[in-house]
Each structure stands twice: as structure tokens, then as C-alpha cells.
């Protein structure tokens, strides 16, 4: 596992361990706005489709790359984030994410856990 | 059981149209996830969500499911905190985010809405129209209108001084476990006498029905007047609120606290000064401006004898957010800093200083865990001690984060069975049935299991939550 990937899966696991769950950012986002409602397509459900696909609970498929890639980065959650929730930079985060993805780092599944 | 996936897909889609269904892993993941501190089971992950628009849809799906004998679980935002959001088994999940619509009649006196809308905006909605919303989560900014309802939770409200949501519904349309439609209540302002069944859905978390539309009486928006006052311990505030039933003061409408450890936490993460001990927070509230400074003045006179450091109105709107946000938000701003283990404990009111030590006992005393800290806050006027075993870290193994919760849950009901409480937000199935069974007579619980089994043969809805399965 090269070195610049293992230090974005640390940066990513620690900090979306944090997540509480509390979903109080979802209403702030575009996409699960024009969803109506759909939580893999609102912050929270990136941030655990993350952690899913570094823990190697999910495998890559198109589903994780709809999501991930349909964040538009406005940056609403983040001030959410740190008002209310756990003060994390979840646009970031999921910048992070999308970059493991698109660069071929991560694959999901169990021969993924890191 | 074997379910084929790609036929569920089909068949869903028939029902709700195929942009409705989802069957993807990441989906049902996120679905299933809640605020329970442990991670999710291959059990609690959903085959497939699914989101209707209405009841004839909602209709639908339950038919199909007591067909194939796959169970429902009703999903509204999953911000239960005691594990009534996560499937218990394998099964569809029943997004209800959908069904949202609003529609206030103020010449009928109520408004009717969708089970989906979350409590922010329909408060946002209502307030235009000079009219409350009789409840008050922290989570309201995602909470839905329809787990309030199948919670009845008051959250923040002081029960004596409002009731509780479930007082002020005047009926629904909802779906039966076996997928019939039925309307229940009235459209008067006038409740029915006598049996109503509107009466059995409140509260009834999702076991019986799912609701489709509710309708609320409408409630004219009061004035409110805000109160701050700060107290060297967290037990002189419990004095207060026993002196305040004693004494038949009407209570506030919030009466919050915040012991010395969450005062800290909370103020410096709004950015306000250290306070000096504890703090107490309440929201007083009457229909006439001269009423509301009345019974603000009259209150915090009775404050003022019970010898705090500090009692004020707050006058400045930006302050009251501040120092209210540090209550509302205090539970995230704790588990930023690690770890946190809830309870909710409601004594009877003249045992709250006992209940409070034998809790701060306990939690500091655990078996699952030594190291952990005790803190708590909560609705205090109501009276509710949120008792937490707090631990600076987040690295903690999931069963160790499992067995904390447990321990937490089994001995916070122990309180409450000692002195008389059952506590009032959090609902009383999922991890809540060894309660249900120590607290009541036998026959309480099998009365349940008969009333879910006469409307739920083949326990499609939320099948796990009575049996009490983690």
C-alpha cells in the first residue's frame, strides 16, 4: 500500500469516526434536497459510504461513485458540522474520498480493510 | 431467508416507480445506520428501501410484504437514541421522507401534515401562521413530525406545562400492518370521548401502523421570556425544581441544566465565559406579552430564594441563542471530545436528589468500563437526569462500546423502577423491553404482544423492537 494512500485512509477513518450519526446536515444539501430526501446522496451518507468502503464493509460499485461524485463541494454541511455536530470538515472529507476513488486507491471490500 | 433482491427491486417498483427502490449496499448501509454507538450487524442491513408518496403506496408495500412474510421497518430520520431507528432483522425499510406535504387550515383550527416533513420547517411553516409546534427535540432540524408522533416525545418540554405532542392530535389517516387504510379522530377541534383509536397510534413506535397524515390542532404561538441562572451545585438545582411542584408553581416550559462538567463544555463551545458551577436555563411562556413578563418576574423570584450565584432574564435574543445552543447541542459538543453513554432517567419528583446520586454511583462505578467520568444534563423541570458515562476517547472496541450501553441501559431502568419513573422521550420498546417486564406486571407485556399480533399477524412492522432483539 503506498505511503500517500495510507495517510489519506488515516486521515479519512479518523476523522469520519467521528460522525455521530445524527444526520442534522442532510436538510443543508442540494442533492438529497433534489432527492427528495435520499441519505446516500447528503453528507452524512457520504461520510459513511467512506468508512464502509475503507473498513472494507462495501465493496466499489457504481452506486459509491454516484454518491461520492455527486457532492457539488458548496461547502453548507461544513458550517452544520461545526455549529451542531462534531465540527468536521465533511466537504473535505469527502474530497478525500473521491480522490481514493478516482485515482484507483481503494478498491472496498474485505481485502481492503486498513 | 432467502430473499431474490432483483424480483423484491421489480416488485417495489411496481408499487412506488422504480426511482423509489433502492437495493444497493451503500444505500441500505446508510439507511441502517444510526446514533447507536456500536457498528452495524449483517442482520440490521435492509434488502431494500423503499420511499413512498402516499398511503395507497404505503398500502401497497405492507401487502406485498405480508405476502412474501418479509418484515417492514418504518424509517423517518433515524435519530432515535435508543435504537428504534435500526432494523432489527434483514427486511425493506419504509422510508417515509416523502410524504412531507403541509397544509394548514387555520378556519378548521388544525393543520394536517405528512409523516416526512422534519420538525424545523413545519415549526418555520406554522409560525407564519402565528401558531406553535408543541414539541422540542434537539434533533428537530432532521426529527420528522411522524416519529414524534409514534414517539410522543416532549424532548425539552416540561410536561406539566404544555403535555405532550400526542395531546394535540386530532386523528390520522394511517396504514395497517396488513396494508388496509383507515382514518382515525375527528376533524372538530373537539377530541372524541371514549374509545378513540387515534389514542392507540400515539406512541405506538411504528408497531401498529405506519402514519401516512396527521392532524394537529393548531396552538397560538405565546410569547416567551427567558431565564439564565447559575448554581455552585448541580444538586441545589435539583432543590429547585422539587420546591417548584411542591410549592404548585407552574413550570416553565423548558427547565433545562447543565451539571458543572457540561456547563463547561457547552459554553466554550458556543463561545461563551466559563460559567461558575452549574446553570440552569428555562423558557417561560403565556399568551399575553404582560403575562409572559408576569410569570417571568414571578419566577425568578422563586429562583432568587433558592440561592443561586446568578438569576436574570435574558432579554438579548443573541445571548438566549447562545446559551440556549449550549444546552441543545450539548450531547454533539460532548461526543467531540470521545465517548458518550446515555440514560434517561424521570424519578418521581421528591426522589430526584436520591435518583441523581444513585445514578452518579452507578456511572462512576461501572462493571464494562473504569476510567469514565460522570456527566449529565437533561429537562430537569420535567424531571429527566440524561445521566452519561463520558470517556476521552473514541478508540473504544465495539463490544466494549456495546456492553457500556448496556450496562448504562440496565441499571438507568433500575432507577427508574426504584423510584417510579419510565421515562418520557426515548420511547419504551427496542432495548427498553426488560423494563417494560421488571417495571410491570407480566400481563402489561403480553397485553402488548396480543394488541401487535391482533394487528400484525405475521410481525411485518418493525419485528424486533417488542422482542426486544439488539
Known amino acids: 500500500m503506498d505511503v500517500k494512500r495510507q495517510e489519506i485512509a488515516d486521515t479519512l477513518l479518523r476523522e469520519v469516526a467521528k460522525c455521530r450519526a445524527c444526520r442534522f446536515c442532510v436538510d443543508m444539501c442540494s442533492l438529497y434536497q433534489a432527492t427528495e430526501g435520499v441519505e446516500s446522496m447528503a453528507p452524512y451518507g457520504r461520510l459513511q459510504i467512506i468508512k464502509c468502503l475503507l473498513n472494507g464493509a462495501l465493496d466499489e460499485d457504481d452506486p459509491i461513485v454516484y454518491s461520492l461524485y455527486s457532492c457539488l463541494q458548496c461547502g453548507r454541511c461544513d458550517g452544520l458540522c461545526q455549529a451542531k455536530g462534531q465540527n468536521l470538515e465533511v466537504s473535505y472529507l469527502i474530497r478525500l474520498g473521491k480522490y481514493l476513488l478516482s485515482h484507483g486507491l481503494v478498491k472496498g471490500g474485505h481485502d481492503e480493510k486498513v | 431467508m432467502d430473499v431474490d433482491i432483483k424480483k423484491l427491486a421489480k416488485d417495489l417498483s411496481r408499487i412506488v416507480g422504480k426511482e423509489h427502490v433502492f437495493t444497493d449496499k451503500p444505500t441500505s448501509v446508510v439507511y441502517a445506520k444510526d446514533t447507536m ?6 442482520q440490521n442491513i435492509p434488502y431494500a428501501v423503499v420511499r413512498p408518496a402516499n398511503g395507497q403506496e404505503v398500502s401497497g408495500i405492507l401487502r406485498y410484504a405480508n405476502e412474501r412474510l418479509i418484515p417492514v421497518h418504518t424509517h423517518g430520520s433515524g435519530t432515535s437514541l435508543v435504537g428504534l431507528a435500526r432494523p432489527k432483522t434483514n427486511c425493506i425499510v419504509l422510508d417515509t421522507a416523502r410524504m412531507k406535504d403541509t397544509r394548514v387550515y387555520p378556519e378548521r383550527g388544525y393543520f394536517e401534515a405528512g409523516p416526512g416533513v422534519h420538525l424545523a ?10 401558531a406553535l409546534l408543541p414539541v422540542f427535540p434537539g434533533s428537530e432540524l432532521v426529527a420528522t413530525f411522524g416519529g414524534t408522533i409514534a414517539v410522543n416525545t416532549s424532548a425539552h418540554g416540561v410536561d406539566a406545562a404544555l403535555g405532550k405532542p400526542g395531546d394535540f392530535i386530532l386523528g390520522f389517516e394511517l396504514v395497517l400492518p396488513t396494508g388496509e387504510i383507515i382514518s382515525t379522530g375527528t376533524e372538530s377541534t373537539r377530541r372524541p370521548a ?12 411504528g408497531l401498529l401502523g405506519v402514519l401516512t397524515l396527521l392532524r394537529m390542532r393548531l396552538i397560538p404561538l405565546p410569547h416567551f421570556q427567558h431565564i439564565v441562572a ?18 404548585r408553581i407552574f413550570p416553565p416550559l423548558f427547565f433545562e441544566y447543565l451539571d458543572e462538567k457540561a456547563a463547561k463544555i457547552g459554553y466554550e463551545a458556543v463561545g461563551l465565559d466559563e460559567p461558575e458551577g452549574a446553570v440552569a436555563m428555562m423558557r417561560i411562556h403565556s399568551w399575553s406579552k404582560v403575562g409572559c413578563e408576569d410569570r417571568a418576574n414571578n419566577f425568578l423570584e422563586f429562583l432568587k430564594r433558592g440561592n443561586p450565584i446568578e438569576a436574570r432574564i435574558v432579554d438579548d435574543p443573541e445571548e438566549w441563542k447562545m446559551v440556549w ?11 467531540r471530545l470521545g465517548m458518550t453513554f446515555g440514560s434517561e432517567i424521570t424519578p418521581r419528583v421528591d426522589k430526584l436528589r436520591e435518583a441523581f446520586r444513585d445514578a452518579k454511583d452507578f456511572i462512576l462505578n461501572l462493571d464494562s468500563y473504569q476510567g469514565n467520568e460522570f456527566i449529565s444534563f437533561g429537562h430537569i423541570g420535567a424531571p429527566t437526569i440524561h445521566a452519561y458515562a463520558f470517556v476521552r476517547t473514541k478508540d473504544i472496541p465495539n463490544e466494549l462500546k456495546k456492553a457500556i450501553a448496556l450496562e448504562m441501559r440496565e441499571k438507568s431502568e433500575e432507577l427508574n423502577i426504584k423510584y417510579g419513573g419510565c421515562g418520557g422521550e426515548w420511547g419504551l420498546t427496542a432495548q427498553r423491553v426488560s423494563f417494560l417486564k421488571g417495571k410491570y406486571e407480566k400481563e402489561v407485556y403480553e397485553s402488548l404482544v396480543k394488541l401487535k399480533k391482533a394487528l400484525d399477524p405475521n410481525d411485518i ?6 422482542q426486544g432483539w439488539m
Open chain 2, 325 to 335: 445552543g449550549s444546552r441543545a447541542e450539548a450531547g454533539n459538543y460532548m461526543y
Open chain 2, 121 to 130: 420547517q413545519l415549526r418555520k411553516e406554522l409560525e407564519q401562521h402565528n
Open chain 2, 194 to 205: 371514549g374509545i378513540d383509536p387515534t389514542k392507540f397510534f400515539i406512541g405506538s413506535e
Open chain 2, 230 to 247: 447559575s448554581y455552585r451545585t448541580t444538586e441545589d438545582i435539583l432543590d429547585t425544581v422539587m420546591e417548584m411542584y411542591r410549592q
Open chain 2, 461 to 466: 412492522l418493525n419485528r424486533g423492537n417488542l
Open chain 2, 37 to 42: 454507538p456500536w457498528d452495524l450487524e449483517e
